[in-house]
């Protein structure tokens, strides 16, 4: 079917692609964004109004037009991945882009994205060196192992470990411990894409080193024990003890591999938190291979961080798949950055994580009430509220640190939190109960006065 009778007028009416890219403001377009830029808006605002004029809509007027373009133009140039203020108080938030990263690690990668460096290089002999020794010694310092690989990220470093150590055996784990994690990506299809062979043991609710033991064949490679980093069982349950599968596995001459999920290397039990195993106990408790994430409880970079011992990770060291998932310098620079934090004990006061677990509902109420000050002269209701903040990222599922929130009373929560979403930078917060609420704990205080802005910008919208 043909368009309409009296839209066939207003098609022979539409201007030519040559004809916009003539307008004196297209042209100003073309000088400052580069003529392809501009012609492939000209020519997608075209073929739109096009198909609304088939559709029965009427011709735009060309100013109409004009503003499309400059609008299109703004959007093909305005990159899609860029910084957010994160108001919602979950902490590692994995839609956020997981933890930010301490000032010292921003700088250490801008330092060497921006020359040369010596990556793969020994400055000592003047000869090739390997990217891996950047961060091996601070990683075995920090937690006692006899030496570290960084891969980029969590999934990648146990699908290296079972790849390199156990393809074609079986490796034995708890049925309560397949888990999924972010992404729909489940225990059981990295072991089978890594080539070994599962072998589940035990219930969902209790499984005992005995269930292990009885499950050893000639072609057993490992244990594999998987924290429960993004669910809680709770009531009836057991899962056998890091410590015996360890001196089980040393009998049978099998390896114990310990994923960690969120490696945290300090106690969170010290901030009213359950206790997340920690890197250092695992190799203390003698794990073989120990492996978790770099940008959850670490709050670093995105990445995969293996320790254990040594003729181990020269085995994942050399196999082909640790070129695949190897890390690149920018990763490696903030990671390294991050880790001497740790070692110079100021993680509390450096490392972002560490520092929005750290501050105290005193210290939040304060910063509330005076974000509810600023908003004074803004015909707006707002109170401060008791909340709750998640950790998040798949760590320490089901808990929480104390809080307060500022509420903001509006006809339309959800409308105003599309206008911070839209706002530069984008404020993302939570609707609760008809109303929105802000948390200041993910708020960084350097980010207060654009935060208090844009608030102010979108309330008055």
């Known amino acids: 079917m043909g368009p309409k009778m009296g839209s066939k007028e207003d098609l022979r009416k539409l201007p030519s692609v040559d004809a916009v890219l003539n307008e004196a403001e297209v042209r100003g377009l073309a000088r400052e964004h580069g003529r392809d830029v501009v012609l492939w808006a000209v020519r997608e605002v075209l073929e739109e109004t096009r198909q609304a004029i088939l559709e029965g809509a009427p011709l735009s007027k060309p100013s109409e037009l004009i503003g499309r373009v400059t609008a299109r133009v703004s959007e093909i140039m305005q990159p899609s991945l860029q910084p957010a203020i994160n108001a919602t108080g979950v902490i590692i938030h994995t839609n956020l882009g997981r933890a930010p990263l301490s000032e010292a690690a921003r700088e250490a990668m801008q330092a060497v994205a921006r020359s040369y460096s010596n990556l793969e290089y020994d400055l000592e002999a003047g000869q090739r060196g390997s990217r891996y020794h950047h961060a091996q010694a601070l990683l075995t310092r920090l937690t006692g192992a006899e030496s570290a690989l960084v891969v980029n990220n969590n999934a990648s470093a146990l699908l290296l470990i079972l790849s390199a150590l156990a393809r074609g055996r079986e490796v034995i784990i708890s049925r309560g411990q397949l888990i999924e994690i972010g992404g729909g990506f489940r225990i059981p299809e990295v072991m089978a894409q890594s080539g070994a062979r599962l072998v589940e043991v035990g219930t969902t609710n209790r499984t005992y080193a005995r269930d292990y033991e009885q499950a050893v064949t000639e072609r057993t490679a490992a244990f594999l024990r998987v924290h429960h980093s993004n669910f809680r069982l709770v009531g009836f349950t057991h899962q056998a003890a890091l410590s015996e599968l360890v001196?089980?596995?040393?009998?049978?001459?099998?390896?114990?591999?310990?994923?960690?999920?969120?490696?945290?290397?300090?106690?969170?039990?010290?901030?009213?938190?359950?206790?997340?195993?920690?890197?250092?106990?695992?190799?203390?408790?003698?794990?073989?291979?120990?492996?978790?994430?770099?940008?959850?409880?670490?709050?670093?970079?995105?990445?995969?961080?293996?320790?254990?011992?040594?003729?181990?990770?020269?085995?994942?060291?050399?196999?082909?798949?640790?070129?695949?998932?190897?890390?690149?310098?920018?990763?490696?620079?903030?990671?390294?950055?991050?880790?001497?934090?740790?070692?110079?004990?100021e993680a509390l006061e450096k490392v972002p994580v560490w520092r929005m677990i750290a501050w105290r509902a005193e210290e939040l109420h304060s910063r509330a009430v005076a974000w509810s000050t600023a908003l004074g002269e803004i015909d707006v209701a707002t109170s401060v509220i008791e909340g709750h903040s998640p950790i998040g990222g798949g760590s320490l599922p089901g808990e929480t640190l104390p809080t307060y929130l500022l509420a903001i009373d509006t006809p339309a929560p959800d409308a105003l939190a599309a206008r911070l979403r839209a706002s530069q930078p984008p404020v993302i917060a939570r609707v609760e109960e008809g109303r929105l609420v802000l948390d200041p704990r993910t708020v960084l205080p350097e980010e207060d006065a654009i935060f208090i802005d844009a608030l102010c910008v979108a309330l008055n919208a």
């Open 247 to 345: 001196g089980l596995a040393r009998q049978r001459h099998l390896l114990t591999i310990d994923d960690l999920g969120s490696g945290a290397l300090l106690d969170t039990a010290a901030f009213g938190l359950a206790h997340e195993p920690t890197p250092q106990e695992s190799i203390a408790q003698g794990a073989d291979l120990v492996c978790f994430s770099g940008d959850k409880l670490l709050g670093g970079p995105q990445a995969g961080i293996i320790l254990g011992r040594a003729d181990l990770i020269a085995s994942l060291r050399e196999h082909p798949l640790a070129r695949a998932l190897r890390v690149d310098k920018l990763t490696l620079a903030a990671l390294q950055a991050n880790l001497l934090h740790y070692l110079r004990s």
